[in-house]
Nanobody, 124 residues
Framework: QVQLVESGGGLVQAGGSLRLSCAAS????????MGWFRQAPGKEREFVAA???????YYADYVKGQFTISRTNYKKTVYLHMNSLKPEDTAVYYC??????????????????WGQGTQVTVSS
């Protein structure tokens, strides 16, 4: 069993920054690909960013240049650095884990493990 716990969400003004963290336990973290998703009120969950076990990254077009995903394997933690935040970035952000990197951005319905989410609210 894999457990994922997100933290770092909160309320921030437009233009500000936040760093989300996702701490993993219960598996060989370094062999898993990790990703971030978000779900805004009334909208479907959407892909944000992914990182492979060896650091290859992939981003949704709408966050390229604004968000950065990174990981520290010995800490079993993945991060999402969010800059220049906009009100439309307001959502619950979820961490995900899977052995298969590509499904993070192609078949999220097949992802094995999810965190409980952390709320990010960007005020205008």
């Amino acid at each position: 069993q894999v457990q994922l716990v997100e933290s770092g969400g909160g309320l921030v003004q437009a233009g500000g920054s936040l760093r989300l963290s996702c701490a993993a336990s219960g598996h060989t973290f370094s062999s898993y690909a990790m990703g971030w998703f978000r779900q805004a009120p009334g909208k479907e969950r959407e892909f944000v960013a992914a990182i492979s076990w060896d650091g290859v990254t992939y981003y949704a077009d709408y966050v390229k240049g604004q968000f950065t995903i990174s990981r520290t394997n010995y800490k079993k933690t993945v991060y999402l650095h969010m800059n220049s935040l906009k009100p439309e970035d307001t959502a619950v952000y979820y961490c995900a884990a899977t052995p298969r990197f590509s499904i993070l951005y192609t078949r999220s319905d097949e992802i094995e493990y999810w965190g409980q989410g952390t709320q990010v609210t960007v005020s205008s």
